[in-house]
């Protein structure tokens, strides 16, 4: 008797997804870089026409290589389908876009990702949608805030950069609490970024909807763009029709590569939150260091929250430096992070490679002071996105750079 694909382990599912049986065919995945696909007949265009999966014709529409990685990702995450798309970017505005349209509203807790701030802060007001922003410690408000033109509820757990942790389902609560007074289906959305799938599973506490930039952990090797979103095959459905449209398809390429990389994600996961969790407490413990912000410290003002939905507190660790006479907080920042030799001073996360980045002069540049001040963000601020390296080579490294202020 076969078992059930679904109740594999992550790293098995990440190596053979739901083929578990005997077949022949290549070992690893064909990447298929094609633009378009020959039809056997022309019976074939109308068959797609009238929505046969199995017919291929653009791979702006569909792709063999981006299909698998997609299913496989779907698997992983305990999700009915997936979405595979360019970047993190167009999976979350298609995402959203998908459903909502002029006159509608969206809600999301105030601290976020950057980029996905400032689109909906300067962007979706220019296609007449409105942002209620709302506070990750009064998520009630999201009851009664919403409206009859609500269409979607989105949260970041933890959030970048600070670390923050929002109680998931407190948000799927006040969610259906609407829900109930208004009488329709609001979804719930949720950047998975920074925990993955291996250390938080929002479908266990009801969220609708997982978008990821799987240009982070699930690529993890610095070398693509990608993105996904997981959910109800209907939705996806939708998804997917806008995303032929906006043109925001996955490279085969890219795809093949990230397909490859899922093959250690757990490897790579499970040994970046160790290391994480290791430096943290070294770093909590510097002279020079104001204070570490890592969920997996009980000294995390969302620790007791992290540890009632996360499995794992995740690769990134953010500190706060000590400014000096000689350098002013952001000055200071910038000093360790050019003087560290191991860990690398480059705008991202999820690789192998140990990051370091400045918030104040990356995800969150261009901001006023009340802006920085919502999302927790400090001139200080150094985000570390915490590789597989050799701790100990690790901690000499900050400790080194630390050091010089």
């Known amino acids: ?5 679904k109740q594999l382990s992550i790293a098995t599912q990440a190596i053979h997804g739901s083929k578990l049986y005997a077949f022949k065919g290549p070992v690893a995945t064909p ?21 046969d999966p199995s017919v291929y014709v653009y791979s702006r529409y569909h792709n ?15 999700g009915e389908t997936a979405a595979l798309f360019s970047s993190g970017m167009a999976a979350i505005t298609t995402a959203i876009l998908a459903v909502t349209k002029s006159g509608d509203n969206i809600i999301s807790t105030s601290a976020l990702y950057g980029g996905t701030y400032r689109w909906m802060r300067d962007e979706l007001p220019k296609q007449n949608i409105t942002v209620h922003f709302v506070d990750a410690q009064h ?21 970048n950069p600070t670390l923050s942790i929002v109680d998931i389902s407190e948000a799927v609560r006040c969610t259906k609490k609407a829900e109930k007074r208004l009488g329709r289906h609001i979804l719930t959305m949720i950047d998975n970024t920074f925990a993955t799938f291996l250390n938080q599973d929002p479908f266990q506490f009801g969220v609708d909807v997982i978008t990821e930039s799987a240009t982070k952990y699930l690529g993890g090797h610095s070398d693509i763009l990608s993105g996904v979103v997981i959910g109800k095959e209907e939705y996806i459905k939708q998804v997917c ?28 996961v499970r040994k970046q939150t160790e290391n994480a969790l290791v430096l943290a407490r070294v770093l909590e413990k510097h002279k020079k260091v104001n204070r570490v912000l890592y969920p997996g410290l009980p000294s995390h003002p969302h620790h007791k929250i992290a540890k009632k939905q996360m499995t794992g507190f995740g690769g990134m660790v953010t500190i706060e430096v000590k400014p000096s006479k000689r350098y002013s907080p952001v000055e200071a920042a910038a000093k360790v992070c050019d ?40 001139a200080g601020m150094i985000r570390i996105s915490v590789g597989v390296e050799g701790i100990e080579d690790l901690i000499a490294d900050f400790e080194k750079a630390l050091a010089v202020i």
């Open 1 to 5: 008797m076969k078992k059930n694909s």
């Open 31 to 51: 990447i298929y870089q094609t633009s378009t696909y020959r039809f056997e007949t022309s019976e074939d265009a109308v068959r797609y026409a009238k929505g």
């Open 64 to 78: 063999p290589t981006v299909h698998d990685v997609e299913e496989k990702i779907a698997l992983m995450e305990h």
């Open 139 to 159: 998520l009630e408000d999201i009851a009664r805030i919403a409206d009859k033109r609500t269409t979607i509820v989105y949260i970041e757990t933890p959030t």
């Open 241 to 268: 029709t806008l995303r032929k449209y906006h043109g925001g398809c996955a490279d085969p390429f890219a795809a093949y590569l990230l397909g490859r990389s899922l093959k250690t994600f757990e490897l790579r």
């Open 339 to 378: 003087t560290l030799t191991i860990a690398v001073n480059a705008m991202s996360l999820g690789s192998v490679e140990t990051l370091v980045s400045i918030p104040v002069y990356s995800s969150h540049v261009f901001m006023s002071d009340e802006e920085l001040r919502r999302h927790g963000v400090t």
